[in-house]
Nanobody, 126 residues
Framework: VQLQASGGGLVQAGGSLRLSCAAS????????MAWFRQAPGKEREFVSA????????YYADSVKGRFTISRDNAKNTMYLQMNSLKPEDTAVYYC????????????????????WGKGTLVTVSS
């Protein structure tokens, strides 16, 4: 499976971006999916996760109320709508998939992730 993240770019504070993560190779049947991000000089951190059916979603406190995760299994694609962006949201955003319940991503973070995308850079200017 290959994951390809796209949609990053440069945006002013308060603006919006929509990231996409397209999976190819095979369908991600029963895989939970997630977004992580890594700012310069910092560890990769959890942003948001979604269950296979899309009925359960989770967010880091820092993005709650501003970001919305979704997925379209027919298109094998996951999305992250990012609104009210802040300079501290600047990072490389990575999509990930795990053949497990979404709660395991929330609990264990990067541990046990089966597939990673290459990342897309989001830069928020003040």
């Amino acid at each position: 499976v290959q994951l390809q993240a796209s949609g990053g770019g440069l945006v002013q504070a308060g603006g919006s971006l929509r990231l996409s993560c397209a999976a190819s190779g095979r369908t991600l049947d029963r895989h939970a999916m997630a977004w992580f991000r890594q700012a310069p000089g910092k560890e990769r951190e959890f942003v948001s996760a979604i269950s296979w059916g899309g009925d359960s979603t989770y967010y880091a406190d820092s993005v709650k109320g501003r970001f919305t995760i979704s997925r379209d299994n027919a298109k094998n694609t996951m999305y992250l709508q990012m609104n009210s962006l802040k300079p501290e949201d600047t990072a490389v955003y990575y999509c990930a998939a795990k053949n497990s319940r979404v709660e395991t991503i929330v609990r264990w973070g990067r541990v046990g992730i089966d597939y990673w995308g290459k990342g897309t850079l989001v830069t928020v200017s003040s």
